[in-house]
């Protein structure tokens, strides 16, 4: 079951239907020149490299807005008896 809709057993029994007979279709794409293949892994090389090297910035990023969030709050706080 998927969290952002909800199937019945007859939906499911159909939709396993129909998964099973696209898996059974031929692939129009026979054997796969090697050097597209190449090209692929480099691509997915690269793509992968980009993630693990960004993951620790997106991991961080809520931080930094709740920090700059609460050195405002802080601020204005600190402003309010001049601002009287």
């Excluded at 026979?30 to 692929?40: L, T």
Aim: glycine share 4%; hydrophobic share 55%.
């Amino acid at each position: 079951m998927t969290s952002w809709f909800d199937l019945n057993e007859d939906d499911e029994r159909a939709v396993a239907a129909f998964m099973t007979r696209v898996a059974a279709l031929p692939s129009a794409m026979g054997a796969a020149d090697p050097m597209q293949v190449w090209w692929k892994a480099q691509l997915l090389r690269r793509w992968d490299a980009e993630r693990r090297v960004h993951a620790p910035l997106d991991a961080i990023q809520p931080l930094e807005i709740a920090a700059g969030l609460g050195t405002a709050a802080f601020l204005l706080y600190l402003s309010l008896p001049y601002l009287r």
